[in-house]
């Protein structure tokens, strides 16, 4: 009797068990530097057919944003599911030379994933026909021992269910080049009104605009590849970048333009093809979200799932920039839907400090520089280039979306403010930023020799434009990555 009670219970579990969904396939394709330029977000300028296709069959997230505006703070975030300035990893490229580990706790979702049985890649070889490879960065600021992914061949993909996956794409970040097929009109696109309209700005623009083409027709081979191995209904596709573009005040800066990026998401099952969506996203987020597709609900996040059944609304996203290369600084941000509030803590820095790896790679930083040294900027130009900050800046982006008037000091605004004030204030307390800590003078020189190697090697690759523009990763230190910002 027993027996036959066992056999029936072994039936039922086998049944049910039988009965739960396959955990789909999650597939992260990374873009550089880049906003929600695309044509699908209403850039009437650009040519990216692949991505507008995609995000007919897909939700457009219309207010995502990554936790930095650079690379390294912004990855080591959304692969471990916490805010960088939470453990120590909000310092640009830092932790390259001291061994620096993760505390206990804090896990890479590929750790996670490949725990609870998921296959993980880091795609870098694709088959011939794809005709690009994956940068297979990772840009961590701690010690990465490049076993966090189990392989970089997507051939390996279909046979491994379920997979997690990321392609990292180097299109979109500087230095740019012109498109072959399809360049925007540099004479026709439209400027942020804090870009001066000047030929030597415009043509960056445009650049930056065939850039994303560019990725879009990578990114249209990838799609392709999916169909072709029959891993459309079982993969979950996201398209983000990791952080936004780098223009005159984005990447580096902690205006919308350095934080918004683009994030696409197919995945018929929970998101209705064709739909938008204007809640607030970090990409904190988009790692919680992949665990929920696993099945898995990790504790001690920072971000939670934003869509399917266990999705939740978020009030407010953060921000954080500290020390990028050669210049030192620390602004906090938090934004709602419609008001965004910035604290300078070292408000004594000018906005725009000599940095020598934009110098180089950004035109129009120094096309900038010069219409202000010679009159040329109107005032919201202009506004950039002040020798100091004020501590506290508060925009209303449903009128003011450049964040071009300050609304810290106005009567009418000073309930927002302290709200927005409170709000960051315990954020600080509660994630234990660390930012404002100072850093061992050796690994700090350390890196600027590799930040000056790198530099060295940019030159030559914009003096040679025929050579391949990325920089080979510096030497000694930890293993792989760090190819770019
Ligand atoms: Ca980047």
Redesign the pocket.
């Given at each position: 009797m027993r027996t036959a009670l066992a056999l029936l219970a072994a039936s039922f579990f086998a049944t049910a068990a039988a009965a739960e969904p396959p955990r789909p396939n999650v597939l992260w394709l990374i873009i550089?530097?880049a906003g929600p330029d695309f044509g699908c977000y209403g850039n009437p300028d650009v040519h990216t057919p692949h991505l507008d296709r995609f995000a007919a069959e897909a939700c457009a997230f219309r207010r995502a944003f990554a936790t930095a505006p650079v690379?390294s703070p912004a990855r080591s975030a959304m692969m471990t599911g916490r805010y960088a300035s939470s453990f120590g990893a909000q310092n640009h490229r830092s932790h390259r030379f001291d061994g620096y580990r993760r505390p206990d706790g804090i896990r890479l979702i590929t750790e996670r994933l490949a725990e609870a049985g998921y296959f993980t890649a880091n795609v870098r070889t694709f088959p011939p026909p794809v005709g690009f490879t994956g940068t297979g960065k990772t840009d961590w600021n701690f010690f990465d021992d490049g076993r966090a992914f189990a392989s970089d061949r997507w051939a390996e993909l279909r046979g491994h269910a379920p997979f997690f996956a990321q392609v990292n794409f180097h299109k979109t970040?500087r230095p740019y080049g012109r498109a072959r097929s399809n360049p925007a009109d540099a004479s026709r696109v439209v400027l942020p009104p804090y870009l001066a309209d000047d030929p030597v700005i415009r043509e960056d623009w445009a650049a930056y605009l065939d850039e994303l083409s560019e990725v879009d027709a990578q990114i249209g081979a990838v799609l392709r590849l999916i169909d072709e191995d029959g891993l459309r209904d079982s993969t979950a596709v996201f398209i983000f970048a990791?952080?936004g573009r780098e223009d005159f005040r984005g990447k580096y800066f902690a205006y919308e333009q350095g934080l918004a990026v683009p994030l696409l998401v197919r995945w018929p099952d929970q998101l209705r093809p064709g739909s938008v969506s204007d809640r607030l996203v970090s990409l904190l987020d988009v790692h919680a979200g992949t665990l929920a597709l696993a099945g898995l609900a990790e504790a001690g996040l920072d971000g939670a799932p934003f869509f399917g059944p266990s999705a939740r609304d978020r009030q407010h996203v953060f921000g954080a920039r500290d020390r990028i290369d050669d210049t030192a600084d620390r602004v906090r941000t938090v934004r709602d839907t419609r008001f965004k509030y910035i604290r300078n803590f070292e408000a004594w820095r000018p906005y725009l400090q000599p940095m020598a790896y934009a110098e180089v790679t950004n035109p129009s930083y120094r096309r900038m520089r010069e219409l202000f040294a010679q009159g040329k900027l109107n005032p919201a130009q202009a506004k950039f280039m002040t020798a100091h900050r004020p501590e506290e800046e508060l925009y209303d982006l449903e009128f003011d979306p450049w964040e071009l008037v300050n609304l810290a000091a106005n009567p009418a605004h000073q309930a927002k403010l302290a709200d927005m004030r409170t709000t960051l204030d315990r954020w600080i307390r509660d994630t234990g930023d660390c930012g404002g800590t100072s850093e061992d003078p050796t690994q700090l020189g350390r890196e600027m020799e590799v930040l000056a190697k790198s530099l060295q090697q940019v030159k030559q690759s914009l003096a040679n434009p025929k050579a391949p523009k990325r920089v080979s990763p510096p030497s000694g230190g930890q293993p792989p990555q760090k190819t770019e910002?």
């Open positions: 550089e530097d690379c970040h990791d952080q910002k």
